[in-house]
């Protein structure tokens, strides 16, 4: 079965064609009105003279046109074509002026893309195809223009009116309304255009560029949350800083503004000179936000801000090549939040976040390469592939070419393309001829699908001190109708790799092809099916450490015992692989109880607990890292690992895992609860950070049974907590459990927070996430709540979404939920089918459960489908799930 709808097209790469007209200017004038708003726009056009076609299309969605002029003459009708999608304008002289006028109503735009209001404020929303929602335009990448924006507005209900670049003037106008012009000098696509008026009170603060020039930084807010932007600005103003030192990169306007607004479908996103964020991503105060909070502000204020080279100054000739911007800026981001904090802890949960979503992802219906082939909804390919897996390419560029070497080609990049709309394969012989190497292979990540397995195995010579390692690639099969995924060829595959002596020690790597070398560490590339490399010089046979900080996004698979894991869990000098040791011991416990084997008595388990509290006592290991050492895979990771998989089972082999640390290192999280409990107040420097990441980890082991005097120390944690961190953690170890303390802490919470969107937020998603067995039965309730409302994606996501993550109890024998998740997929889609279209993603992997489960998940999406009025974005999800 096939869900079916009016008006879908699928785009495909390989029928790009660059546009007919260039518009090199864009004026746009303003004159808002909540339910009319007047947008008038003057196009200065030029002709490409590459193109052949003589007609301008002009794309535009839910507009009502009331003029439209060339050269300041009114156009006869039967010189232009108008309908749902396009306006289309015949027989244009080579360079002209086309003027249009439209209204549209930003009051009814539930589906926040183009100009709607929030909260009382106008706001837009542009990336990547909400432009055309705001008046016609060629709104394609590709066509980069500058932009002078006059905005008119009420006084009192528009106080403040921002766009992009730099304010040239403001004047006052008649019958209390006022005019403020704003100007651009970059070119920039339509996507970066941004609007934002309203009653917004500014943070401000500056920075000085390396070049002495003075920028304003202004963080514009709802006036109640203007106590909460401290962190945001310090946050920008680190990451100015940082893309000066590290990339010589230096921020080009007058001012830079940030805005926070509440409903918003996306993180942020990199307007020129103005962002928009979700107020997510903005506001952060010790007593409101979580340590993970403070984190991610800091991380997507960075990205943001980075997009203004990787992404704007330089950006994609078409949204194929989104992963030229997204990855390039994501491990950016990645590299600066490494620098701030742990290295190590940054790494692993970079790791842990793309094994969770993006292997998954790569194995499943919409598996599609980081560079896609087709769409036909563009919203649909913000995905865990396009930004993560292509964070891990460009990484992978950087453990090639060396920082050094990596510098050396976004130099020439930039020198080559600034203000340019460029591609992949742009970048990549940026990175080639910036290094006089040959980078041609790599484009085999861009083209196919699927996550590569890499096997390897070892022979040891005892005689002659020889040891060789032998490693070969293959993939797990795709359906054909995977795009890409048929004729899948061997990708070049960076492997860092260590020989590790019975103590530990790194051992000189040579290679008998060459003569002596000291290097206790080499980068060993796999090109081809299958490559051996054997290394001379050895006096014992070494234990090998290899992929060592994950250098490249593939699956490892070699054949080693209990022994030699536990061995690199207490040994290895690589924080990632010493904490992926641990994980893989884990991970075969998990799996075999989850089969049904009795692991309660094996040595596996004996010897993975005994590793375990040797890393437990390990003084030298700061306390982030050694939560992550503690914390076992996530059920939906294990569930990666079998095949008709059963969500109870993997849950209590999960928690049945637990209980077994728990027990026998009681003692031992009671100690270090206790003395990390008595710290002293509050303090967001990363020592602290690291007791509480610890301390609320030891808690959550000390939780587990339920018992009367553990869920006290949760009470007691949650009543005395002077920070959300704290206050959020005792309330998830209490919400598991019937009965107790858990209603009272909850009402507590509501009633201290109620008044607060985003730690109310934190009040829905932690009773969604909670494995109490009438999760469900909440969830239904919590829906009917009058704090609940489908206008916010931030509440629908704190709730549905998290709910629909739970594996336990989204997954229940009845299909109860995947039939709630199916009722508001239904509701949502009408207003918000980017929303709508993420929610039903979580029935798209129906196929890897139990007979059972796989029927109930897609009963739902074929009632889902057999609606005909779906949009497109939640009907390539859905096709492409039942068609799998």
Same mark, same amino acid.
């Given at each position: 079965m096939s869900a079916t709808?009016?008006?879908?097209?699928?785009?495909?790469?390989?029928?790009?064609?660059?546009?007919?007209?260039?518009?090199?200017?864009?004026?746009?004038?303003?004159?808002?009105?909540?339910?009319?708003?007047?947008?008038?726009?003057?196009?200065?056009?030029?002709?490409n003279e590459q193109q052949s076609d003589k007609r301008l299309v002009l794309d535009g969605e839910g507009l009502s046109l009331q003029s439209i002029s060339v050269d300041g003459k009114p156009l006869a009708s039967e010189l232009y074509e108008l309908t749902d999608e396009t306006l289309v304008v015949h027989d244009l002289p080579d360079e002209c002026i086309v003027e249009t006028r439209v209204v549209i109503n930003p009051s009814a735009n539930k589906q926040l893309s183009g100009l709607y209001r929030t909260s009382g404020n106008f706001c837009t929303q542009c990336e990547a195809q909400g432009f055309r929602r705001i008046t016609y335009f060629p709104d394609r990448p590709d066509v980069m223009s500058t932009y002078r924006v006059t905005l008119r507005g009420d006084r009192a209900m528009c106080p403040v009116m921002l766009s992009n670049g730099n304010r040239i003037s403001e004047s006052q106008l008649n019958d209390g309304r006022h005019e403020v012009v704003w100007e651009d000098p970059h070119p920039k696509p339509s996507y970066l255009f941004a609007l934002v008026a309203g009653n917004l009170k500014c943070h401000r603060g500056s920075f000085t560029t390396a070049s002495g020039r003075v920028v304003a930084l202004e963080i514009w807010v709802e006036p109640r949350n203007l106590d909460q932007c401290e962190y945001a600005l310090g946050s920008l103003q680190k990451a100015m800083r940082w893309d000066e030192d590290v990339f010589g990169l230096e921020y080009d306007l007058d001012v830079y503004m940030i805005v926070a607004v509440d409903d918003f479908n996306m993180g942020a996103m990199e307007n020129k000179g103005l962002n928009v964020f979700n107020s997510k991503y903005v506001l952060a105060a010790s007593e409101t936000a979580t340590d993970e909070d403070f984190l991610g502000v800091e991380a997507v204020i960075a990205h943001e801000y980075f997009h203004n080279w990787t992404g704007n100054r330089v950006t994609c000739r078409d949204w194929f090549q989104l992963t030229l911007k997204e990855g390039l800026t994501v491990f950016r981001d990645q590299q600066f939040t490494a620098d701030q904090s742990s290295a190590a802890v940054k790494r692993i949960d970079d790791v842990v976040s793309l094994r969770g979503r993006q292997f998954a992802e790569d194995c499943g219906p919409m598996a599609h390469p980081i560079r896609p082939e087709s769409y036909i909804a563009m919203d649909n390919f913000y995905t865990a592939t396009v930004y993560s897996k292509g964070a891990e390419i460009i990484r992978m560029y950087h453990t090639l070419l060396g920082a050094d070497g990596f510098r050396r080609g976004m130099d020439l990049y930039f020198q080559r393309h600034d203000n340019n709309a460029v591609t992949c394969d742009d970048f990549r012989a940026a990175m080639a001829d910036a290094n006089r190497v040959d980078l041609s292979?790599?484009?085999?990540?861009?083209?196919?699908?699927?996550?590569?397995?890499?096997?390897?195995?070892?022979?040891?010579?005892?005689?002659?001190?020889?040891?060789t390692l032998t490693l070969s690639q293959s993939y797990p099969p795709l359906p054909d109708s995977i795009p890409g995924a048929a004729a899948r060829r061997p990708v070049p595959i960076p492997v860092r790799t260590a020989l590790l002596s019975s103590s530990g020690k790194e051992l000189p790597l040579q290679l008998d092809t060459e003569g002596e070398n000291e290097a206790t560490e080499r980068l060993l590339i796999l090109e081809t099916d299958q490559q051996s490399w054997g290394f001379t010089g050895l006096g014992e046979r070494p234990v090998a450490s290899l992929l060592r900080g994950f250098s490249a996004p593939v699956r490892l698979k070699m054949d080693r015992d209990e022994r030699q894991l536990a061995f690199l869990m207490a040994?290895?000098?690589?924080?990632? +692989?010493?904490? &992926?040791?641990?994980?893989?011991?884990?991970?075969?416990l998990l799996v075999a109880h989850a089969r049904g084997e009795d692991i309660s008595e094996g040595e596996l388990l004996q010897g993975y607990l005994d590793a375990v509290g040797k890393q437990m006592r390990d003084e030298s290991l700061d306390g982030s890292y050694q939560s992550l050492l503690l914390t076992l895979p996530a059920e939906a990771t294990i569930g990666q690992e079998m095949k008709a998989c059963d969500p109870a089972a993997i849950h209590a082999a999960r928690q049945f895992l637990r209980q077994q640390i728990a027990t026998v290192h009681a003692a031992w999280f009671r100690s270090i609860y206790d003395s990390l409990s008595n710290i002293g107040s509050y303090r967001n420097d990363q020592r602290s950070i690291d007791a509480r990441r610890l301390k609320n980890t030891a808690l959550a082991y000390l939780t587990?049974?339920?018992?009367?005097?553990?869920?006290?120390?949760?009470?007691?944690?949650?009543?005395?907590?002077? +920070?959300?961190? &704290?206050?959020?953690?005792?309330?998830?170890?209490?919400?598991?459990?019937?009965?107790?303390?858990?209603?009272?802490?909850?009402?507590?919470?509501?009633?201290k927070y109620r008044q607060l969107p985003l730690v109310l937020d934190k009040w829905f998603a932690v009773q969604a996430a909670s494995s109490d067995e009438n999760t469900l039965e909440r969830v239904v309730a919590l829906t009917k709540h009058a704090d609940f409302t489908l206008a916010n994606p931030n509440r629908v996501r704190a709730l549905i979404y998290t709910f629909a993550t739970n594996q336990a109890r989204f997954h229940r024998i009845d299909g109860a939920g995947y039939e709630l998740l199916a009722d508001f997929v239904l509701k949502i889609d009408p207003d918000n089918p980017q929303l709508a279209s993420r929610l039903v993603s979580r029935l798209n992997d129906y196929r890897r459960f139990e007979p059972t489960r796989q029927a109930l998940m897609r009963q739902q999406l074929e009632r889902i489908a057999a609606l005909g009025s779906l949009s497109k974005d939640v009907l390539e999800i859905v096709n492409r799930a039942l068609n799998f």
């Open positions: 709808s009016p008006s879908v097209k699928t785009i495909y790469r390989k029928d790009y064609s660059p546009p007919a007209f260039w518009v090199d200017q864009v004026e746009l004038l303003f004159d808002l009105k909540p339910n009319a708003t007047v947008v008038s726009a003057t196009l200065h056009v030029r002709r292979l790599l484009d085999r990540w861009y083209s196919q699908p699927g996550t590569p397995e890499v096997t390897a195995s070892e022979s040891w010579d005892h005689n002659s001190g020889r040891y040994h290895d000098s690589d924080t990632f +692989n010493r904490w &992926d040791a641990g994980q893989t011991v884990a991970l075969r587990l049974d339920g018992t009367e005097e553990s869920l006290e120390l949760a009470a007691r944690q949650f009543n005395q907590s002077d +920070n959300m961190t &704290d206050t959020e953690a005792a309330l998830r170890a209490l919400v598991d459990h019937a009965g107790g303390p858990r209603e009272a802490a909850l009402q507590r919470f509501y009633d």
